[in-house]
């Protein structure tokens, strides 16, 4: 267990949830203190893992004070309803836009379902509903209170999902990004787009880099994965990884080109840009949750809209 966490710092630990066994793809945190939170569960298969993190570093079944989601995707708030279960004593964070789902998620899972189809039980483990009574709801702002005076402060920032927050520590000044900056891959230090449908959309989701660069904090915590110091670097590059995919994806739209042709010139583009693709097992890791194919049908999609 001791290698599944991280302290970073501050009471602040990372959490690696082995989302369908695989090390180093989700990363829930831990902010302990007077009122200890939970960040990202991760999926109801990471649960038990995440139970035990808990346990290890001493917070017990009635001590949980909070479980806070940047958005409702199921890598991220798959286990919101176990996690419910276990820590009675918890109230659940997540924007107005995505509380219906985890009171009542059966829509949520059936659209999952579509997309990941045979793999869907094996990455997720499915969504238990969570009590309407338990869950909070933040809208363009909120705060989450760890005790101590110290405070998390939920920032709207749709793009990648219209139900996404972006999470600022008022002690530490990081910023629990979600999925909003892409996907950070700490092998290499590169930052690839997270765009899949239905709701991504370009300006929206630069107009989210730029509230994250506004808010000047101090660190980066990707929910994919793990801490990044260099912070103007990190959204910057993100911003023009996201540039990028959409002036490809827009060229092969407005070629009349379909989904396997676009893909193959994001591909063909972006060649050389991502170190992990040239190792095979990173490239098969991250490709769970971030190929290509669901990037680009994301895109497509919201140049269709």
Same mark, same amino acid.
């Given at each position: 267990?001791?290698?599944?966490?991280?302290?970073? $710092?501050?009471?602040?630990?990372?959490?690696?949830?082995?989302?369908?066994?695989?090390? $180093?793809?989700? %990363?829930?945190?831990?902010?302990? $203190?007077?009122? #200890?939170?939970?960040?990202?569960?991760?999926?109801?298969?990471?649960?038990?893992?995440?139970?035990?993190?808990?346990?290890? /570093?001493?917070? %017990?079944? =009635?001590?949980?004070?909070?479980?806070? &989601?940047?958005?409702?995707?199921?890598?991220? @708030?798959?286990?919101?309803?176990?996690?419910?279960?276990?820590?009675?004593?918890?109230?659940?964070?997540?924007?107005?836009?995505? @509380?219906?789902?985890? @009171?009542?998620?059966?829509?949520?899972?059936?659209?999952?379902?579509?997309?990941?189809?045979? *793999?869907?039980?094996?990455?997720? $483990? +499915? /969504?238990?509903?969570?009590?309407?009574?338990?869950?909070?709801?933040?809208?363009?702002?909120? &705060?989450?209170?760890?005790?101590?005076?110290?405070?998390?402060?939920?920032?709207?920032?749709?793009?990648?999902?219209?139900?996404?927050?972006?999470? /600022?520590?008022?002690?530490?000044?990081?910023?629990?990004?979600?999925? !909003?900056?892409?996907?950070?891959?700490?092998?290499? !230090?590169?930052?690839? #787009?997270?765009?899949?449908? #239905?709701?991504?959309?370009?300006?929206? @989701?630069? =107009?989210?880099? +730029?509230?994250?660069? *506004?808010?000047?904090?101090?660190?980066?915590?990707? %929910?994919?994965? +793990?801490?990044?110091?260099?912070? #103007?670097?990190?959204?910057?590059?993100?911003?023009?990884?996201?540039?990028?995919?959409?002036?490809?994806?827009?060229? !092969?739209?407005?070629?009349?080109?379909?989904?396997?042709?676009?893909?193959?010139?994001?591909?063909?583009?972006? =060649?050389?840009?991502?170190?992990?693709?040239?190792?095979?097992? /990173?490239?098969?890791?991250?490709?769970?949750?971030?190929?290509?194919?669901?990037?680009?049908?994301?895109?497509?999609?919201?140049?269709?809209?």
């Amino acid at each position: 267990m001791a290698n599944l966490i991280t302290p970073l $710092g501050n009471d602040v630990y990372e959490i690696d949830t082995q989302m369908a066994g695989h090390t $180093g793809i989700t %990363a829930g945190y831990l902010v302990l $203190g007077d009122r #200890p939170c939970l960040i990202e569960p991760g999926t109801s298969g990471s649960a038990p893992v995440v139970r035990d993190a808990l346990d290890a /570093l001493g917070v %017990a079944a =009635a001590d949980l004070a909070s479980v806070v &989601v940047t958005h409702i995707h199921l890598d991220h @708030a798959g286990g919101v309803g176990d996690i419910a279960e276990m820590y009675p004593q918890a109230e659940v964070v997540v924007h107005e836009k995505g @509380a219906r789902h985890l @009171a009542s998620p059966e829509r949520l899972v059936r659209s999952a379902r579509m997309v990941f189809g045979e *793999a869907f039980d094996r990455l997720f $483990g +499915g /969504l238990k509903p969570t009590e309407a009574s338990r869950i909070r709801t933040v809208d363009e702002t909120g &705060v989450v209170d760890l005790g101590g005076g110290r405070r998390l402060e939920s920032h709207y920032s749709p793009g990648h999902a219209k139900h996404h927050v972006g999470l /600022l520590d008022s002690l530490t000044g990081d910023l629990y990004v979600g999925d !909003a900056a892409g996907i950070y891959i700490p092998e290499t !230090a590169e930052i690839r #787009p997270a765009t899949p449908p #239905p709701d991504f959309d370009l300006d929206t @989701a630069l =107009a989210s880099l +730029g509230r994250f660069r *506004a808010l000047q904090p101090t660190r980066l915590l990707f %929910a994919h994965y +793990g801490p990044v110091t260099d912070v #103007p670097l990190t959204l910057d590059r993100s911003e023009e990884e996201l540039r990028l995919w959409v002036e490809t994806v827009r060229l !092969a739209k407005d070629a009349d080109l379909d989904l396997d042709h676009a893909v193959a010139m994001v591909v063909e583009r972006t =060649a050389g840009r991502y170190k992990a693709l040239d190792d095979p097992a /990173l490239r098969e890791k991250h490709a769970v949750l971030n190929d290509v194919r669901s990037n680009v049908a994301g895109i497509m999609h919201s140049l269709s809209s």
